[in-house]
């Protein structure tokens, strides 16, 4: 089968467009041949539009996500006795909560093996985070990344080329022949590299808003069902929960501002519903780990962790096997910060109602904290720094933000449109921070 | 708008995939960039996709017509006086008919300027069939195209790199994509070409049936309509007529084999349906070059141009301005033929009720009438010359059929298949010949 399918990719995109499913075998020889250059990149986006107008059913995804897998290395972690945990989200604004999940679930005997990626549109990118801290290698060799992993029980590092080759190269194709918007490929793309770090659970945060890629809770529901089925159907207990993503996470947005914010919920402060979303992630990690019967008795053990100093010290322990300055763990203030910041002042008095994720994040953006080319680094101090949450009164003149930028130009450029992102008086849409609870 | 279409292909992947409407400028940039490289293949076969997938609309359709018709040479033809009526078939089996059209309307006054193609899966091409005269060439530049016209009054070549070369590099895509089957795509691919000759008129012959491209009349007629409205949209007077293909036209299969019996129509003999479909669409095309004001009147014209020679004659004077051996027109005993020849029995009495073409135009091919791989040589004497037509009897142990072949052993390997494509009993279906007449 795999030798026919390869002889003829035309017959696959046919029967695709034609609303026909493949069989594994066929989607195997697919991947398998765009891999070794017997399906052509025009003959793969072909069948990516079809895939998309057509759809995947759930064994297709389940059989297209293994193939991705497959196309590269599988991390044994063999020597990780202890029960490993993933976490991933689907990407916001204000999103550092992995930097102080990994080593708080670390500190109550979970190991957290995570994969994670560069900023994307208007969305952060936790690698771009870790690299705020003097030092710090977000690239290991499987064989330290697994050093660390036993030795830390926390480990943040980016995708090596032999971690599921063909999702990088479909991810690419994707991007510029108007694929990206489909849940079968999200799904196999999320869970090819999910699948290659041998973990023995998954949580995912499904964000849902102004500022996710799923605007409506209908997609995002799709979304996290499609996620949880293929994930279980690959042998991977996981959950997922659907987080509100209207407005931005905490009060930071942009990457040394984002590690600082990380650092004080590490310290038991920070915002409470950063400090939030940490715990409830957190709780599930350690149910999925069976090292709590329950969510009640995990967030008991993970509040002590906060409070006793022990996520913290896993935190500095993490960052020095990274090769960064552990120092920052008690002296956040030797992160990188901006040249310049400007406050965004309240132009009248009252309550403010909504604070935009979607346009605050296009605003870092543009202040240098992520891309907008591919090759272009990011700017480490450049970001937001929010005053006040939704919900919360303000009075005319006092500042909602401060603005952080290498350069008063680009700061000038963004003022009308992140004042434009507050909106004060009106009505305050109340936000529940986790919507739904997928198990299934 | 065409710059801005150019700097992003991928939003123009997106508005056809989400069912959105191109603009004319929009369409006209993509095909525009499309050939300069700025569109690659990846994304236009993405696009492809989407079209099939969303469809086009006839304001589009004529936009996609009009940008791959400027992508080459627009013929002027301005030195031909007379009225200019091209016909085109939309493919069939035993599809003579151009060759014998197009000299017998040059003898009533029409010009026929036609661009004919080469044979496609189990379908004949004109060109091929017109190579079987020896020394024929099917290449003439386009001041050659134009005197021949002027002085014969009918020419017929092959598509040359400069005449819709955007249709030449689209279709090769669309071949190895599975992006074929769309009427949208059709229609521009075949009306780009035609339009390109600059004639007043076009006559099309829509095959529907067991040998067609087209298998029902619901799809034949989608295809017609979408052929007369696109063009008429391009200002070229258009009528189509939907005919049955479901038995081979004529008694002949094989280019110089249908060589020989369009020149036999010419000596005012051969089958009846074969000079009945000629004269049908020569009535098209001679009111339609208001050369009469009826059918009928134009019928009398044809049949005359048949009876006294001057057809025939035509056809002669064509051969020659082409460089071929015009005594073939008087001696069509010249043409080649194939070196075995194995008549094919009945194997039980009684009426011939279904005589297959798709079957018999696959069995051609493999004979050597045709290709299997774009760089094959056709054998010019291969085929199929059939004894009965459907609808008459046959004695046991009668000849249906004789298979012509350079070698004994591409015809023992296909009389198995022969003999199953001729039914000897059985409910006869009467078929019309003309089945729909579409002039909007």
Same mark, same amino acid.
């Given at each position: ?21 493949? *069989? ?39 059989? =297209? ?32 909560? *992995? ?15 995570? $994969? ?16 705020? $801290?003097? +030092? ?19 480990? $943040? $590092? ?28 999200? #799904? ?10 041998? *973990? ?26 499609? =996620? ?19 407005? @931005? ?7 040394? =501002? ?29 149910? =999925? ?74 605003? *870092? ?14 700017? @480490? ?9 939704? +919900? ?33 008086? +009106?009505?305050?849409? @109340?936000?529940?921070? #986790? ?6």
């Amino acid at each position: 089968m795999r030798a026919r399918a390869l002889e003829n990719p035309v017959e696959l995109i046919l029967k695709k467009r034609d609303g026909k499913q493949l *069989s594994d075998a066929e989607i195997q020889g697919l991947i398998a041949g765009y891999l070794d250059g017997r399906v052509a990149d025009y003959q793969m986006s072909a069948w990516l539009m079809a895939a998309l107008l057509r759809g995947l059913d759930e064994r297709e995804t389940a059989a =297209l996500t293994r193939a991705m897998l497959r196309s590269g290395k599988v991390l044994g972690l063999k020597s990780v006795t202890a029960p490993k945990i993933d976490k991933h989200s689907t990407g916001g604004v204000g999103d550092k909560i *992995s930097l102080c999940l990994a080593p708080l679930v670390a500190a109550c005997g979970v190991v957290a093996p995570m $994969i994670a990626g560069r900023g994307l549109g208007h969305t952060g990118g936790t690698l771009d985070k870790l690299e705020a $801290i003097p +030092g710090y290698r977000v690239e290991l060799d499987p064989r330290r990344f697994e050093r660390v992993l036993r030795e830390v029980g926390a480990s $943040i $590092i980016g995708q090596s080329s032999d971690i599921a080759p063909a999702d990088r190269r479909l991810y690419a194709l994707r991007d510029v022949t108007g694929t990206v918007e489909s849940v079968p490929l999200i #799904v196999a793309s999320i869970l090819s590299k999910k699948l290659a770090t041998g *973990s023995d659970g998954l949580v995912l945060d499904v964000k849902v808003g102004r500022g996710a890629f799923m605007q409506d809770l209908a997609s995002a529901r799709e979304l996290g069902r499609a =996620l949880v089925r293929t994930a279980r159907r690959a042998g991977l207990a996981t959950v997922a929960l659907i987080t509100d993503m209207n407005a @931005p996470i905490g009060r930071s947005i942009g990457n040394a =501002l984002e590690t600082r914010e990380a650092i004080d919920v590490l310290h038991d402060q920070g915002p409470s519903d950063t400090r939030e979303l940490t715990l409830v992630l957190g709780e599930e990690m350690l149910v =999925l780990a069976r090292r709590t019967s329950s969510r009640r008795a995990a967030r008991a053990l993970l509040e002590r962790a906060l409070a006793d100093g022990s996520a913290l010290e896993r935190f500095a322990r993490m960052v020095r096997a990274h090769g960064g300055d552990a120092r920052v763990a008690e002296h956040p203030e030797r992160l990188p910060r901006a040249r310049v910041r400007v406050p965004l002042l309240a132009k009248h008095s009252g309550t403010l109602s909504h604070v935009d994720a979607w346009e605050l994040g296009w605003v *870092s953006v543009a202040l240098g904290a992520g891309r907008t080319r591919a090759e272009q680094a990011v700017d @480490p101090g450049a970001g937001i720094e929010l005053c006040r949450s939704a +919900g919360e009164r303000v009075g005319r003149g006092e500042p909602l933000a401060f603005l952080c930028a290498a350069k008063r130009s680009l700061i000038d450029a963004q003022l009308g449109r992140a004042q434009a992102a507050f909106r004060v008086g +009106g009505r305050l849409t @109340p936000h529940e921070l #986790v919507l739904e609870r997928l198990t299934h």
